[in-house]
């Protein structure tokens, strides 16, 4: 189901009732993460017959559904999550969207959805960004953050690939995901929970993949971790994810390792952005299964002497402690490790533009 028709036209109607610039202004002093929504959202139809066709812009709102839709049944759905960057000269730049594009059509390939072209991607990320500039913060950790997704809205009751979907693309002022900043955060290894299963649906961002980490996610909490460590599905011994986010451990020889891709795991735009400038660096990184008890034996033995997660949302977040119903490993007052916050200062610093973007990773949106 892929799109190689001509590229869409985005038709652009403009709320009548934007938010008052007092209110905005406001809501940008300290957005939080995914509280607040923009004046405007982009909006894709499709159908089997048509592809993909009116492509618009238009004021945010409730989407009228049908309650028999196929995404409330079966969820057929799927989903990106960057953000938009506000550089100093007031110019508004996002990271990397090419492989979120991408990745968005490898997720509807495994889930049965219709496929949007790059090009046609990064246009409604324009069009979008265009028209709710105003919402773009600035400052250091801020951001906006932008939710493209794709469901299946055909009103059916039936297990088959529905043949009516729907594009869209939000967008959110955010502050640092991480409340207190880049402390470390401890984490809880769930041994009777999984994330994903090899050939399932692991390597897709789907919104059932996240659903099936709550439980888990609650119990990492009961425990005072902020996040879970998965195990992998078919042994319960290899590392897997932590949340929504791939794990980095460095060794004592300077190797950064990293559980490799292998179809049960994201394959990060952010791990793909570390493991470039850890390579630049010149550290050597290696990309394989990684046992629990490897984990937890090189950070008794200090073998391992930092670990950390990636993700867009939170970009590089440090690990101090690694909590299990076996026993803890790790310091809870753990500081941020120095290669942790050199590769998290040049990434960040790269989205933001402090440092220069000797990869090409930028893409700039108000033009």
Same mark, same amino acid.
């Given at each position: 189901?892929?799109?190689?028709?001509?590229?869409?036209?985005?038709?652009?109607?403009?709320?009548?009732?934007?938010?008052?610039?007092?209110?905005?202004?406001?809501?940008?002093?300290?957005?939080?993460?995914?509280?607040?929504?923009?004046?405007?959202?982009?909006?894709?139809?499709?159908?089997?017959?048509?592809?993909?066709?009116?492509?618009?812009?238009?004021?945010?709102?409730?989407?009228?559904?049908?309650?028999?839709?196929?995404?409330?049944?079966?969820?057929?759905?799927?989903?990106? #999550? *960057?953000?938009?960057?506000?550089?100093?000269?007031?110019?508004?730049?996002?990271?990397?969207?090419?492989?979120?594009?991408?990745?968005?059509?490898?997720?509807?390939?495994?889930?049965?959805?219709?496929?949007?072209?790059?090009?046609?991607?990064?246009?409604?990320?324009?069009? +979008?960004?265009?028209?709710?500039?105003?919402?773009?913060?600035?400052?250091?950790?801020?951001?906006?953050?932008?939710?493209?997704?794709?469901?299946?809205?055909?009103?059916?009751?039936?297990?088959?690939?529905?043949?009516?979907?729907?594009?869209?693309?939000?967008?959110?002022?955010?502050?640092?995901?991480?409340?207190?900043?880049?402390?470390?955060?401890?984490?809880?290894?769930?041994?009777?929970?999984?994330?994903?299963?090899?050939?399932?649906?692991?390597?897709?961002?789907?919104? #059932?993949?996240?659903?099936?980490?709550? !439980?888990?996610?609650?119990?990492?909490?009961?425990?005072?971790?902020?996040?879970?460590?998965?195990?992998?599905?078919?042994?319960?011994?290899?590392?897997?994810?932590?949340?929504?986010?791939?794990?980095?451990? !460095?060794?004592?020889?300077?190797?950064?390792?990293?559980?490799?891709?292998?179809?049960?795991? +994201?394959?990060?735009?952010?791990?793909?952005?570390?493991?470039?400038?850890?390579?630049?660096?010149?550290?050597?990184?290696?990309?394989?299964?990684? *046992?629990?008890?490897? !984990?937890?034996?090189? !950070?008794?033995?200090?073998?391992?002497?930092?670990?950390?997660?990636?993700?867009?949302?939170?970009?590089?977040?440090?690990?101090?402690?690694?909590?299990?119903?076996?026993?803890?490993?790790?310091?809870?007052?753990?500081?941020?490790?120095?290669?942790?916050?050199?590769?998290?200062?040049?990434?960040? #610093?790269?989205?933001?533009?402090?440092?220069?973007?000797?990869?090409?990773?930028?893409?700039?949106?108000?033009?």
């Amino acid at each position: 189901m892929t799109a190689d028709a001509a590229p869409l036209t985005f038709q652009r109607y403009l709320t009548e009732t934007p938010a008052p610039t007092k209110t905005r202004e406001h809501i940008l002093t300290d957005p939080g993460f995914g509280r607040h929504f923009t004046d405007h959202m982009v909006a894709v139809d499709w159908s089997s017959d048509r592809g993909w066709h009116d492509a618009r812009l238009q004021p945010y709102g409730p989407l009228e559904m049908s309650p028999a839709s196929a995404v409330l049944h079966y969820g057929q759905e799927v989903f990106e #999550g *960057l953000k938009a960057y506000r550089h100093a000269d007031g110019s508004i730049w996002t990271f990397r969207p090419e492989q979120n594009a991408a990745r968005l059509q490898r997720s509807a390939r495994r889930l049965a959805l219709p496929e949007l072209s790059t090009a046609d991607f990064l246009e409604s990320l324009r069009v +979008l960004v265009s028209a709710d500039a105003a919402w773009v913060p600035s400052g250091a950790e801020r951001s906006l953050y932008l939710r493209p997704f794709i469901i299946a809205n055909e009103t059916f009751i039936g297990v088959r690939p529905a043949r009516v979907a729907a594009y869209y693309a939000i967008a959110s002022p955010a502050g640092s995901s991480i409340d207190e900043g880049v402390k470390p955060v401890s984490i809880w290894v769930s041994t009777e929970f999984s994330r994903a299963g090899r050939g399932g649906t692991g390597a897709a961002k789907s919104g #059932g993949n996240y659903a099936a980490s709550l !439980l888990p996610q609650q119990e990492a909490q009961r425990n005072g971790c902020a996040q879970v460590l998965f195990a992998d599905a078919e042994t319960g011994t290899r590392v897997d994810e932590v949340g929504s986010m791939n794990i980095f451990f !460095l060794t004592r020889e300077n190797s950064l390792v990293t559980p490799a891709a292998s179809g049960s795991i +994201l394959e990060g735009i952010t791990r793909d952005s570390v493991i470039q400038l850890a390579r630049d660096r010149g550290l050597r990184v290696d990309e394989r299964d990684v *046992l629990i008890s490897e !984990l937890c034996d090189g !950070l008794a033995s200090g073998e391992i002497t930092e670990i950390f997660a990636t993700g867009t949302a939170g970009v590089i977040t440090p690990i101090a402690q690694v909590k299990s119903r076996e026993g803890t490993w790790g310091r809870v007052d753990a500081a941020v490790g120095p290669v942790t916050r050199e590769l998290r200062d040049e990434l960040t #610093g790269i989205q933001h533009g402090h440092r220069a973007d000797r990869y090409g990773w930028m893409w700039r949106l108000d033009e």
